[in-house]
């Protein structure tokens, strides 16, 4: 696939090309084809890495008024974690357009998930050094933010803690969770949990583990309350 297709996939439209292309290239594929003018990404890696946590911080900052610095920190880390960052290029299928050696790609390099978090961070970089910051944030509203909002980074945060200090802190009242009903097979099981407050159902959540529905029915029932 070719870097004009990822500029139409993207709808973006860098205006010099050869950044765009030293993003997606592999120390591999340069120290493969010396008599090319090429550049690895490791130098847009480094800087990707400082626009995205700014990026992230700033979100986080405006849109999570009520968490605190501690909070803030472990949700921002579970959004720019290597395993945050290769799921979001695997989304854009970044890996089809990874300039590769022939033993990196022989040895499976191209889903490597270490080589697509780089390449995730190349971009950015890459991105920000053609486009500015505001085009980066664009960017990142269209492909990472929406996924803090719908709670998939929900398991680096206690929100059962937050609804239980809030609880008793305004309302003074009991905070109890039912598994309201499980579904599929032993091996791949979906609890649906209901936060019980006061003895009314509050927030519902469903999870792959008993724990990770009860803490997205508490992060529901704090949405309820506006306060996450």
Avoid: W
Wanted: proline content about 1%; overall charge negative.
């Amino acid at each position: 696939m070719t870097i004009s297709e990822l500029e139409n996939q993207l709808n973006i439209t860098f205006n010099d090309h050869e950044l765009l292309r030293q993003a997606f290239t592999h120390s591999s594929y340069v120290n493969e084809h010396r008599q090319k003018s090429s550049s690895d990404n490791e130098r847009l890696e480094f800087l990707g890495d400082a626009v995205l946590e700014l990026g992230v911080s700033q979100y986080l900052y405006r849109q999570k008024e009520r968490l605190a610095e501690g909070d803030l920190t472990k949700l921002r880390a579970s959004i720019v974690c290597e395993a945050s960052l290769e799921e979001f290029a695997r989304e854009l299928n970044f890996g089809e357009y990874l300039l590769l050696g022939r033993g990196e790609e022989q040895t499976g390099g191209r889903n490597r998930p270490a080589l697509l978090a780089d390449v995730f961070e190349a971009f950015l970089g890459a991105l920000y050094l053609d486009q500015g910051f505001d085009v980066v944030i664009q960017f990142l509203q269209k492909y990472v933010y929406p996924k803090i909002t719908t709670g998939a980074f929900s398991h680096a945060m206690d929100y059962k803690s937050q609804l239980q200090e809030y609880v008793q802190k305004q309302r003074n009242h009991s905070v109890d969770y039912v598994i309201a009903d499980e579904n599929g097979p032993s091996h791949d099981k979906e609890f649906v949990a209901q936060v019980i407050i006061n003895g009314y159902s509050s927030g519902e959540g469903k999870g792959h583990t008993k724990k990770e529905a009860e803490q997205r029915a508490a992060k529901n029932a704090l949405d309820a309350y506006d306060l996450e």
